[in-house]
């Protein structure tokens, strides 16, 4: 390209021409540091790039197998206690509580406090109080056990213990489970309510009866006690006449067999 004859035209036209030499000398230069600094990070740090993508996959190879041997356990466990809930209901209590026996040693949370509770219950059942009563105690105060099973094993523990125990701690250990948000309202009030009685408070029995009647969660035959019991003390527990006598009639339908003649009134 000719240069103009212009002398600074010329000098303009140098001044650029130098300026871009010098800025694509410099993106050169930029280039090659950019690729040694790569190359030099690859060469420090690939490795171990290398090695905590390996680490990672690894550790998400290991949790997939851990949940699928996880889902495996529970599923094998939970076949264990239908096993043993079977021997049960067919009366062979000692084969019960011989079927649960690793889950009571070495089972998940749940399925542990099944089988111990289910264990409790067979030595109760066989007239050893004593054992009953320890196997009890030691899941109530389990605090790796699910919190609802504590306090079915404390309520049970109560009700075995009732006779024998001092009212006032009836009423100190069940109170917080004889409240209707709770899920042992029925149990936990029952007993609660038959301290209150045998320490001669039958104000406070009767109200907490009452309560325990016109709660929808409660289990009907825990209500139907209970309504009985506040009416004995002079309560009123029968708050909706209507809903009361449908009740009656369902609870007579589901009692009644088929093909049963129907109950006659009284003469």
């Keep these: 390209m000719a240069l103009p004859t212009d002398p600074a035209s010329r000098e303009e036209a140098l001044a650029r021409r130098r300026a871009a030499e010098e800025e694509a000398l410099l993106r050169e230069v930029d280039d090659a540091v950019r690729q040694d600094d790569l190359a030099s990070f ?10 905590g993508a390996g680490v990672l996959l690894l550790g998400f190879g290991g949790y997939l197998f851990w949940q699928d041997r996880r889902d495996n356990a529970r599923e094998k466990q939970s076949e264990t206690l239908v096993a043993a809930f079977d021997q049960l209901q067919a009366g062979n209590l000692p084969v019960a509580a011989s079927t649960v026996e690793p889950l009571a040693q070495d089972g998940a949370p749940g399925p542990n406090a099944s089988a111990r509770l289910l264990q409790a219950g067979v030595a109760a059942e066989r007239g050893n109080a004593v054992d009953a009563a320890a196997r009890l105690r030691a899941l109530a105060g389990d605090d790796s056990a699910p ?12 009700a075995m213990q009732f006779d024998t125990m001092d009212k006032g701690q009836v009423i100190a250990q069940l109170g917080p489970l004889a409240r209707p948000e709770s899920a042992w309202f029925g149990s936990a009030g029952e007993l609660v309510a038959m301290a209150y009685l045998e320490q001669g408070k039958r104000a406070e029995a009767g109200r907490l009866f009452a309560d325990i009647a016109g709660a929808e969660t409660v289990p009907d035959p825990i209500r139907s006690r209970a309504r009985q019991m506040a009416g004995v003390l002079g309560v009123d527990a029968i708050r909706d006449v209507n809903t009361f006598l449908r009740q009656q009639r369902q609870q007579q339908q589901q009692g009644q067999q088929p093909g049963a003649p129907a109950p006659q009134p009284a003469a």
């Design 42 to 51: 690859g060469q420090r740090y690939g490795r171990l790039l290398a090695l």
């Design 147 to 158: 919190q609802a099973m504590r306090q079915l094993a404390q309520i049970r523990l109560v």
